[in-house]
């Protein structure tokens, strides 16, 4: 009798476990934490995407590597292709750097009319600036508030977005190089409008210029005519990166909201984290640390000589920025890549340790950032995107 019975509690135990197994399998973003196993091809790559426009290089600052690409759902209206022009009076992150954005657009598009690159023909026109260089804002701007923040409310959009933000070192890359707008691409082929940036890299504009561009450019996706043109409800944007754009994506939301668009209501909704530092102190010099090499890489993003003298290393540190205001994260990390485990894992605790809801996964192997995308993790990205900005 006895037996019988430990068979039957068995039994059920089995399928209770296997019912938990079959709907993890079915919910990429369920578990919390997750050990993976890569396929060796980044799946955005090996599509082709129809009906995906790409509005290029248009400007949202007045230097050279402050532009962005735009990649459009197929549902797109086909005004959606043309560059939005600035509001008269801006916005209150508006800048009087945004002059020098347009003068840049109207010098690209020659005459003024539009041109540029994309399966549409697209192109680039006058578009204005975020925030001034040092971040603060200027002006007659500062003053303009509430009105700017109704009608930024009326110019909202119907669609979500994602700011894409490369990798490289902070010292190189493209917003154009195959990968990344092949993941541009698929991200919109999944309904999301997609801005793709290029920012200041060092060691010519060490940190914090690429942040700042970042933040620039995330300000000018929250401007009325930017959410208007391209239909982005600006309750509904998210951040990615990857590697050295990982760092700056979580660099973006864990300082979110310090910035004057948070305190209107426009803040960053979702988070994905491909690689990215998270400590750049002395910590990340350690023994179990990242090599010699990528410690130099890091010095000369910070601008310092050394990481005992370096207080930047500390500013630039997703690590030590989180609050319970931040965002929802998404963190890729390879178990044997050369950005140590230990520094995604060490920053998803920290997010955990103030309540920032974290979806961790751990890829076996080496693939670093992107290169992680294979069909299964890309789908667990547009998951997690989907269920936290529709």
């Excluded at 759902?73 to 005004?79: K, N």
């Excluded at 020098?100 to 994309?118: E, H, I, K, L, R």
């Excluded at 999944?190 to 060490?206: H, K, M, Q, S, W």
Aim: proline share 5%; with cysteine.
């Amino acid at each position: 009798m006895r037996s019988g019975r430990r068979t039957l509690l068995a039994l059920v135990a089995a399928v209770v476990a296997l019912g938990a197994v079959a709907s993890c399998s079915t919910d990429p973003v369920g578990d919390e934490n997750r050990t993976v196993t890569a396929g060796p091809v980044i799946y955005p790559l090996s599509l082709r995407y129809h009906g995906i426009d790409v509005v290029a290089d248009v400007p949202y600052g007045s230097d050279a590597l402050q532009r962005l690409d735009v990649c459009l759902p197929a549902d797109s209206a086909p005004d959606t292709t043309r560059t939005p022009t600035p509001t008269p009076g801006g916005t209150a992150s508006a800048t009087a750097d945004e002059v020098g954005a347009d003068a840049a657009g109207a010098d690209a598009a020659g005459d003024g009319s539009a041109s540029g690159v994309g399966s549409s023909g697209a192109g680039v026109a006058a578009a204005g600036a975020g925030a001034a260089d040092d971040g603060t804002v200027t002006g007659d701007a500062a003053g303009a508030g509430a009105g700017d923040a109704a009608v930024a409310e009326a110019a909202s959009g119907t669609r979500p977005a994602v700011l894409m933000i490369h990798g490289g070192s902070w010292s190189h890359g493209d917003k154009a190089t195959a990968a990344y707008r092949s993941v541009c691409k698929y991200l919109a082929s999944e309904g999301f409008v997609t801005f793709n940036v290029d920012y200041r890299l060092a060691p010519t504009d060490p940190f914090p210029a690429g942040l700042d561009d970042v933040r620039r450019a995330l300000d000018w996706v929250f401007r009325p005519t930017t959410l208007s043109t391209y239909d982005v409800d600006s309750k509904r944007v998210g951040v990615f990166g990857g590697s050295a754009g990982g760092n700056l994506a979580a660099m973006l939301a864990v300082t979110d909201h310090d910035s004057t668009a948070y305190a209107e209501g426009d803040r960053i909704r979702a988070v994905v984290d491909l690689s990215g530092p998270t400590n750049l102190t002395t910590r990340s010099t350690e023994a179990d640390g990242v090599s010699a090499a990528f410690q130099r890489k890091q010095l000369l993003y910070l601008g310092c000589r050394t990481y005992s003298d370096c207080p930047a290393a500390t500013r630039a540190s997703p690590e030590y920025h989180v609050t319970s205001d931040t965002a929802p994260f998404f963190i890729g990390h390879s178990t044997d890549e050369f950005i140590p485990l230990w520094e995604s894992q060490e920053f998803a605790a920290t997010l955990r340790r103030h309540d920032v809801p974290v979806t961790f996964v751990a890829v076996e192997g080496s693939a670093h950032s992107i290169a992680q995308l294979d069909e299964a993790m890309s789908k667990r990205v547009a998951s997690f995107l989907r269920e936290h900005l529709d």
